[in-house]
């Protein structure tokens, strides 16, 4: 019987991925109110994420995004040195060089970029270009319509990750007070009364990756706020794959990498997942908030809407 048992959980699983959560809802027009999420983007000398990067430029040519979000990971290696340091153009500004893509970028600190100088990603910002990052974890508002409003809360999730504190590569983490940070999160959000409350960080709180796992600090420290806040969705990045996971009402949706994929597979509690480079598209309409997963030939690989 066990055997059997270990035969018909993954077919199960499959089964359930393949069934979905899915609703079909038209494509987002130009004057839905749009954005999009990439991660891991990560150029090097053996990622090339220029293919990807076309393919978000086309995109955005045609349905106009407000904002972008980066989860994360946007310089692979050893993140950048300072605020001079060449992978700012070639990894970031002419690696998203259109018109279209000229909008404020949210961005999060990355574990690659935490091997290096994390608080370089914050000094870039005041150079007052697009990217925005005013600290290492913040929080922001936009206005969708006349009703309708958008909460956004950007998280440094490094620190919660117990086994970087054992890592010479994190010291640059060490002095990151982790509890301090799960205090803030918890007094933004109690006082957040916004239509939809997004939060965004690197590293999945719960994944059904073999190679990365969960993240039990997170789990331990932000998973029950997200729950008692009831916060829409929790994005991140860190896994290379697509991966939607619904436990317990949440919503947690992984964005895959830029430059590298990797094997996905699902759990219990996936929706989908897939091997593939791409990013994620947003929209937010009346009838409710819209995820998509692109790949990085501008294929719509699975969507589902979220309704108010």
Same mark, same amino acid.
Request: a positive charge; one cysteine or more; proline letters at 4%.
């Given at each position: 019987?066990? &055997?059997?048992?270990? =035969?018909?959980?993954? @077919?199960? $699983?499959? /089964?359930?991925?393949?069934?979905?959560? #899915?609703?079909?809802?038209?494509?987002?027009?130009?004057?839905?109110?749009?954005?999009?999420?990439?991660?891991?983007?990560?150029?090097?000398?053996? /990622? #090339?994420?220029?293919?990807?990067?076309?393919?978000?430029?086309? +995109?955005?040519?045609? /349905?106009?995004?407000?904002? %972008?979000?980066?989860?994360?990971? +946007?310089?692979?290696?050893?993140?950048?040195?300072?605020? #001079?340091?060449?992978?700012?153009?070639?990894?970031?500004?002419?690696?998203?060089?259109?018109?279209?893509? %000229?909008?404020?970028?949210?961005?999060?600190?990355?574990? *690659?970029?935490? =091997?290096?100088?994390?608080?370089?990603?914050?000094?870039?910002?005041?150079?007052?270009?697009?990217? &925005? %990052?005013?600290?290492?974890?913040?929080?922001?508002?936009?206005?969708?319509?006349?009703?309708?409003?958008?909460?956004? @809360?950007?998280?440094?999730?490094?620190?919660?990750?117990?086994?970087?504190?054992?890592?010479?590569?994190?010291?640059?983490?060490?002095?990151?007070?982790?509890?301090?940070?799960?205090?803030?999160?918890?007094?933004?959000?109690?006082?957040?009364?916004?239509?939809?409350?997004?939060?965004?960080?690197?590293?999945?709180?719960?994944?059904?990756?073999?190679?990365?796992?969960?993240?039990? !600090?997170?789990?331990?420290?932000?998973?029950?706020?997200?729950?008692?806040?009831?916060?829409?969705?929790?994005?991140? !990045?860190?896994? *290379?794959? =697509?991966?939607?996971?619904?436990?317990?009402? %949440?919503?947690?949706?992984?964005?895959? #990498?830029?430059?590298?994929?990797?094997?996905?597979?699902?759990? /219990?509690?996936?929706?989908?997942?897939? &091997?593939? $480079?791409?990013?994620?598209?947003?929209?937010?309409?009346?009838?409710? =908030?819209?995820?998509?997963?692109?790949?990085?030939?501008?294929?719509?690989?699975?969507?589902?809407?979220?309704?108010?």
């Amino acid at each position: 019987m066990s &055997k059997l048992n270990n =035969f018909l959980l993954p @077919v199960l $699983l499959l /089964l359930v991925v393949a069934c979905g959560n #899915s609703e079909k809802t038209p494509f987002p027009k130009k004057t839905d109110y749009n954005f999009m999420v990439v991660s891991d983007m990560g150029k090097t000398d053996n /990622l #090339s994420p220029e293919v990807t990067a076309h393919e978000v430029a086309i +995109m955005a040519d045609s /349905l106009h995004p407000r904002f %972008m979000i980066n989860s994360g990971d +946007m310089f692979h290696g050893s993140g950048v040195k300072d605020t #001079s340091d060449r992978l700012w153009q070639i990894g970031f500004e002419k690696l998203f060089p259109t018109k279209s893509l %000229m909008v404020d970028w949210y961005s999060t600190i990355g574990n *690659h970029e935490s =091997f290096g100088n994390p608080q370089a990603l914050v000094d870039y910002a005041k150079k007052g270009g697009r990217w &925005k %990052m005013p600290a290492r974890y913040y929080t922001l508002v936009k206005r969708v319509d006349a009703k309708t409003t958008l909460r956004i @809360v950007v998280l440094d999730t490094s620190p919660y990750e117990k086994k970087y504190r054992k890592d010479k590569r994190y010291k640059a983490i060490w002095n990151q007070d982790e509890k301090r940070q799960t205090i803030w999160l918890d007094s933004v959000l109690h006082a957040s009364h916004e239509t939809w409350k997004i939060v965004v960080g690197h590293h999945p709180i719960y994944t059904g990756d073999f190679g990365h796992g969960n993240t039990q !600090g997170l789990i331990d420290e932000v998973d029950p706020i997200l729950h008692k806040y009831n916060v829409d969705f929790y994005f991140c !990045g860190h896994i *290379h794959k =697509f991966e939607y996971t619904l436990r317990k009402g %949440m919503n947690y949706i992984v964005t895959t #990498s830029g430059s590298k994929k990797r094997a996905a597979n699902p759990w /219990l509690y996936t929706q989908f997942y897939a &091997k593939s $480079l791409g990013f994620t598209l947003c929209s937010i309409t009346p009838k409710g =908030f819209r995820v998509s997963f692109i790949n990085e030939r501008g294929e719509e690989l699975y969507s589902f809407l979220k309704k108010r």
